[in-house]
Nanobody
């Protein structure tokens, strides 16, 4: 069982930056593939980024590529999402997720555990 707690959300102006954190419980964090997803009001949940257990492999949605960076610190059981050059369309609740598997994935249904989410609001 893995419990995930996100933090770092807030209100920021367009062009600004935020860093989200996701703290995981459990001793096997390093064996999980981690991902970030987001859901805007009235829209379906969408994939943002994912990172392999080693941190060597990452994959991003086209909409955030070049602006967002996912990273992890297995010693701290934490995964991060650095968000730069934020746009109003990035406004959403951001969720951290963990996947027990060997390959990174961009589909939410392939993730086993989810956090409660953190709100990110980007004003124009």
């Amino acid at each position: 069982q893995v419990q995930l707690v996100e933090s770092g959300g807030g209100l920021v102006q367009a062009g600004g930056s935020l860093r989200l954190s996701c703290a995981a419980s459990g001793r096997t964090f390093s064996s999980y593939i981690m991902g970030w997803f987001r859901q805007a009001p009235g829209k379906e949940r969408e994939f943002v980024a994912t990172i392999a257990w080693s941190g060597r492999a990452t994959y991003y949605a086209d909409s955030v590529k070049g602006r967002f960076t996912i990273s992890r610190d297995n010693a701290k059981n934490t995964v991060y999402l650095q968000m730069n050059s934020l746009k109003p369309e990035d406004t959403a609740v951001y969720y951290c997720a963990a996947r027990a598997g060997n390959t990174i994935a961009a589909i939410g249904d392939r993730y086993n555990y989810w956090g409660q989410g953190t709100q990110v609001t980007v004003s124009s």
